[in-house]
């Protein structure tokens, strides 16, 4: 039976729809607002043995059919995951993950596929939506639904789920998915907004959330199916009791600054307690006993940890509100274009700019209309960083979704492509890792940038931070450690200069957070983003004014687009000269915009002049130098700059009689005319400078402007 519901949010039908489509999954709805539609479908399988984890798969798909428009990959049809695929199948995952009960280890897939596409209603929104719909229509043990919506700030004002067009001129993109009740995770990039501004978005969100959560639950009143009840697996009690005396001695080992020593007498003392408490256990209960012991002292471990830091004090000594110590240096590498070296504590980056040219840009084919990015970042995440073997053949979703989170950070900064027409990559590649080496990347990409000469807006700099909640108990932290992430209950990523925030990522795992812990997190946030900006400004505290010696030049000249043909020639003949002749890149824009790529500045130069000479217009009274290439008996052709030729009339050479031209002027001379005049068909007439001048003198004419070598003001 198909069932359907719908409410109009946000001044938009929002319809949830099952039973029709996909009838053989676990459970699937289909979503729809405005010409967009998403299906998403869930699938149970089977328990998992031996596992330490919730096997959850999510992945969201865009079909290309579903905007009109047949893939651009040489096969024409979809491959791989885009990196916009793999970062909304992140946004899908990471509030869902946390909402399954404890213990439950059954594998689930939850699959998102964009059917059709309106540009003015995201289809990343309605796939969070469905894919938490499909879960609650579900058997499976899923009892919290999820909202999701985005918020945007247009001309000032707050607008909930803006489509393409008013995206393309808002200052904040924040999506934000949660329950009913409480904000569950928040994916943000903003350009300098205040973190008043970003509570308020946050709150906004909120109370769309709860009327999408309202839907959800009406779908399941009429289309849900029974819940199959969960029980979860007895925890390893008696074994956590007998550890429990142990908790003051892992508090010990975990109150040691140094990351390795720390870890080193953790390992000592679980291997310790391990081999005491499976003396004795039979061959046959050993493999469960292991399991048993491993979730046991990781429980034990994160009450240590939480101790600690209620106690006041972190694992490193550090008060929680302290950031560790930062150092930091630029020009490290001799031949990259900019590069900077960013240390904070035991979270290490080195990362470099590479400036290109107009056709290094990455182009971008999906259902948007195609276009092209000159601005990238990729973040590298090697297993030495950590100590660990790793040989991963490319990046994986958390090196994308970390690389996306920087790149929102620094774009907000970036100029202009129209004044500053280069490509621009980032690359970083962390080299030591012990908490926020996202922000790290932010750090160091800001640094090198600056080492570059990206004539940046401001410095950035992105902090990490976390909260530990125990009843009445809270304590907000600063700069976390990994440890300190793995066991708190939120953390969260911010990014910004030193007038607002430009990047936030919130991941939170308990709920009933209030607004007023929200804006003490933040506000401890700023604090520390300003200290990191200060540490960083002893380094580099603006972007140089010159390039770097190994970057490309690239000038622009903008011609009348009716002159585009003549600079490039017949089959091309005139750029590929230019370009031949100073080595050079030359490209032209549709709207008259020439951009000229040069290795150095006087190859860039020579073939800015030669593109200006051969798309200047003659102007009526001004003088150039020109260059006698034919002569006739009624006068003399004179080529002023590069293919444009003007006459000079024979009674025009002199003010004296003359009778031959020949007698006058030969081929190759250089000589000083003034245009006189330039018809209708663009013929060109000229006068002698010399007889030019004796008519001004004489009131005839006024006075002629420019100077020689075809030269003309720009």
Known sequence: MVTTVSREIAGKTLTLETGKIAKQASASVVVRCGDTIVLCAVVEGGVREGIDFFPLSCDYREKMYAAGKVPGSFFRREGRPATRETLVSRLIDRPIRPNFPSGFKNQVSVECQVLSYDPEVNP?????????????????????????????????????????????????????????????????????????????????????????????????????????????PAGPEK?????????????????????????????????????????????????????????????????????????????????????????????????????????????????????????????????????????????????????????????????????????????????????????????????????????????????????????????VAGIAMGLIKDGQREAIISDILGDEDHYGDMDFKVAGTSKGITALQMDIKIQGLSRATMERALEQARVGRLHILGEMAKTLDKANETLSAHAPRITSIKIDPELIGKLIGPGGKNIRSIQETTGAEVTVEDDGTVLIYAKDGPSGERAFNLVRNVTLVPEVGRAYDGVVSGVKEFGAFVDIFSGTTGLLHISEISDEYVKDVNQVVALGDKIRVVVSEVDRSGKIRLLREAKYLKQMAEGGVPAPTGGGGGRSRR
């Open 239 to 459: 074994m956590a009791t007998a550890m429990h005396g142990e908790v003051q001695r892992l508090m010990s080992c975990f109150s040691t600054p140094d990351k390795k020593q720390r870890h080193d007498k953790v390992e000592g003392l679980q291997e310790e307690l391990e081999k005491r408490m499976l003396a004795g256990v039979a061959e046959a209960d050993l493999e469960q006993a292991e399991l048993d012991f491993k979730e046991a002292f990781g429980t034990l471990k994160e009450n240590a940890m939480r101790e600690i830091i209620f106690g006041g004090k972190r694992c490193d000594g550090r008060r929680l509100d302290q950031v560790r110590p930062i150092t930091s240096e630029v020009a490290l590498l001799p031949r990259a274009h900019g590069s900077a070296l960013f240390t904070r504590g035991e979270t290490q980056a080195i990362v470099t700019c590479t400036l290109g040219t107009s056709r290094d840009s990455l182009l971008v084919d999906d259902l948007d209309p195609k276009r092209y990015d000159t601005f990238m970042l990729h973040y590298n995440f090697p297993g030495y960083s950590v100590g660990e073997i790793s040989g991963r053949p490319g990046p994986g979703r958390r090196e994308i979704g970390h690389g996306n989170l920087a790149l929102r950070a620094l774009k907000a900064v970036m100029p202009e492509h129209e004044k500053f027409p280069y490509t621009v990559r980032i690359v970083s590649e962390i080299t030591e890792s012990n908490g926020s080496s996202s922000m790290a990347s932010v750090c160091g990409g800001s640094l090198a940038l600056m080492q570059a000469g990206v004539p940046v807006s401001a410095p």
């Open 124 to 232: 990343d929104i309605l796939a969070m939506i469905g894919a938490s719909a499909a879960l609650g229509i579900s058997s499976m043990p899923f009892h919290t639904v999820l909202g999701a919506t985005r918020i945007g700030l247009v001309d000032g004002k707050l607008v909930v789920n803006p489509g393409y067009t008013l995206m393309e001129t808002s200052k904040l993109d924040l999506v934000v998915s949660g329950t009913k009740d409480s904000i569950m995770m928040v994916e943000s990039a903003a350009q300098e907004v205040s973190e008043i501004q970003a509570i308020e978005a946050l709150t906004l969100a909120q109370k769309h959330i709860a009327e999408i959560a309202a839907l959800q639950e009406e779908l399941i009143a009429k289309a849900g199916k029974p819940k199959v009840a969960f029980v979860a």
